[in-house]
């Protein structure tokens, strides 16, 4: 069965950063590109990033490049996303989503998600 | 950027109608639309990809189709499992592979 498990969410001031983790079990993880797509409070779904499953492709929404990094270990089947000069307006939900056989970004396996809280 | 623009953004409906849902995208896209249904506090699960192709497990009373810049979800029959939010998102051409706004089906 696969699984994605994420954490590492919580309340930052603008400026600030977090790094968020996705634990991922039930599928060979090296194989499959992974994302991140966002949700803020009452919204709708919002594509972050993007890597693919060597690691060696990543990309971003224009509203994060240059603040986020996203990367993943696959010795230890997990994705990451490091979040840098965090501003209120990224205040959401994030999951992680796993890419199909179809392609990179039609995901067929999403994260519960792990609520980010951006406020002074 | 390509935008996606679905309608209505809610609807109201009964266990036993049918319903559609439109998805329009900003510039043609070809089939490359796919369909999500989220509940709740849940996350997002996949449906439909390629417009009209279902994922598997999916009952087949849901059902999508369309090209170029028009495309359409259908459920043929409302169970009360249905009432939730879909979306439609593009994955034609290079990022971002934006998500539609949102269309959330409540029982009536």
């Known amino acids: 069965e696969v699984q994605l498990v994420e954490s590492g969410g919580g309340l930052v001031q603008p400026g600030g950063s977090l790094r968020l983790s996705c634990a991922a079990s039930?599928?060979?993880?090296?194989?499959?590109?992974m994302s991140w797509v966002r949700q803020a409070p009452g919204k709708g779904l919002e594509w972050v990033s993007t890597?693919?499953?060597?690691?060696?492709?990543?990309n971003y929404a224009d509203s994060v490049k240059g603040r986020f990094t996203v990367s993943r270990d696959n010795s230890k089947n997990t994705l990451y996303l490091q979040m840098n000069s965090l501003r209120v307006e990224d205040a959401a939900v994030y999951h992680c989503?796993?890419?199909?056989?179809?392609?990179?970004?039609?995901?067929?396996?999403w994260g519960q998600g792990t609520l980010v809280t951006v406020s002074s | 950027d390509i935008q996606m623009t679905q309608s209505p953004s809610s609807l109201s409906a009964s266990v036993g109608d049918r319903v559609t849902i439109t998805c329009r995208a900003s510039?043609?896209?070809?089939?490359?639309l796919n369909w999500y249904q989220q509940k709740p506090g849940k996350a997002p699960k996949l449906l439909i990809y390629t417009t009209s192709t279902l994922q598997s497990g999916v009952p087949s009373r849901f059902s999508g189709s369309g090209s170029g810049t028009d495309f359409t979800l259908t459920i043929s029959s409302l169970q009360p499992e249905d009432f939730a939010t879909y979306y439609c998102?593009?994955?034609?051409?290079?990022?971002?592979?934006?998500f539609g706004q949102g269309t959330k089906l409540e029982i009536k």
């Open positions: 890597i693919s499953g060597s690691g060696a492709n990543t």
């Open positions: 510039q043609s896209i070809s089939t490359y």
């Open positions: 039930g599928f060979s993880f090296s194989n499959y590109a």
């Open positions: 989503a796993k890419g199909s056989s179809i392609g990179w970004y039609v995901f067929n396996y």
């Open positions: 998102q593009q994955t034609y051409s290079t990022p971002p592979y934006t």
